[in-house]
């Protein structure tokens, strides 16, 4: 339980008066949201999680327009 409160391993031994680390390492249980919590923070480290880029004004596409290009096609058309 002091895991899942963030208590550390030297303040868990003196609340709980274990005089070693063997005793704490014995007594003190990972639990999965433990676990689950660790993975998570390493690997916001080691693997940063890329922004969406944000959104200016229009966020809609506009196509680039070519010149002479005014088919169906995007070919020119006939005159």
Excluded: C
Excluded at 52 to 58: I, L, M, S
């Amino acid at each position: 339980m002091l895991l899942i409160l963030g208590v550390t391993e030297r303040a868990a031994m003196g609340v709980m008066g274990w005089a070693t680390t063997a005793l704490a390492k014995r007594y003190q249980h990972l639990t999965d949201p433990v676990r689950q919590d660790i993975a998570k923070r390493v690997g916001g480290l080691l693997w940063q999680v890329p922004k969406p880029p944000k959104k200016k004004g229009n966020s809609k596409k506009k196509r680039p327009k070519r010149g002479g290009e005014d088919g169906p096609s995007g070919l020119p058309a006939a005159v």
